[in-house]
T-cell receptor, first 112, second 112 residues
Framework: KQEVTQIPAALSVPEGENLVLNCSFT??????LQWFRQDPGKGLTSLLL?????REQTSGRLNASLDKSSGRSTLYIAASQPGDSATYLC???????????FGKGNQVVVIP | NAGVTQTPKFRVLKTGQSMTLLCAQD?????MYWYRQDPGMGLRLIHY???????AKGEVPDGYNVSRLKKQNFLLGLESAAPSQTSVYFC???????????FGDGTRLSIL
């Protein structure tokens, strides 16, 4: 089964610290991996998409890495701010599938 | 751009009633998806479509039907609503290749 796991389910960090969120997946035959942000009562917003041929993607304070051999992706958020408080979800598109496999997310609170 | 628009945003139904949720996208996307999100369960795929006139079952299709008569619209129907279908429903769309999924803001459905 092609599973996506995000641990821990929830975490808190002081403002200014770097955030590190991990995503693991069970099958290395991925087409791409996406990181999303979800605010309470809202839909998901795409943050970064990493193609299978890429090792990382960057957007502003966000950086996502991909290691297919170990089945892991890491989302780094530099110098966290209270506005970064949200749930972050990882999703994998596997070859041969037309749909994403989602992790259950990391609920993040940045403490002022 | 409106992106992905879901209507209605909120609805309360009685057990046994029927209703249709509408999803519209203005990005000319081929793929469209219906998910439900429940506490502790994460996002679960109900049905999806890979193009106009096509539909396919996801993880939890029972009790739901869908139609994709026009490329920009994807309808989700509940024929006889049950309390177990109380949830937040999200629609998403994406294009071909390495493109991110775009989500609507959700429909909050309560069935009494």
């Amino acid at each position: 089964k092609q599973e996506v796991t995000q641990i821990p389910a929830a975490l808190s960090v002081p403002e200014g610290e770097n955030l590190v969120l991990n995503c693991s997946f069970t099958d290395s035959a991925i087409y791409n991996l996406q990181w999303f942000r979800q605010d309470p009562g809202k839909g998901l917003t795409s943050l970064l998409l990493i193609q299978s041929s890429q090792r990382e993607q960057t957007s502003g304070r966000l950086n996502a890495s991909l290691d297919k051999s170990s089945g892991r992706s890491t989302l780094y958020i530099a110098a966290s701010q209270p506005g970064d408080s949200a749930t972050y979800l990882c999703a994998v598109l596997y070859y041969g599938n037309n749909r994403l496999a989602f992790g259950k997310g990391n609920q993040v609170v940045v403490i002022p | 751009n409106a992106g992905v628009t879901q209507t209605p945003k909120f609805r309360v139904l009685k057990t046994g009633q029927s209703m249709t949720l509408l999803c519209a996208q203005d990005m000319n996307h081929e793929y469209m998806y219906w998910y439900r999100q429940d506490p502790g369960m994460g996002l679960r795929l109900i049905h999806y479509s890979v193009g106009e006139g096509t539909t396919a079952k996801g993880e939890v299709p029972d009790g739901y039907n869908v139609s994709r008569l026009k490329k920009q619209n994807f309808l989700l129907g509940l024929e006889s609503a049950a309390p177990s279908q109380t949830s937040v429903y999200f629609c998403a769309s994406t294009g071909q290749g390495n493109q991110p999924q775009h989500f609507g803001d959700g429909t909050r459905l309560s069935i009494l």
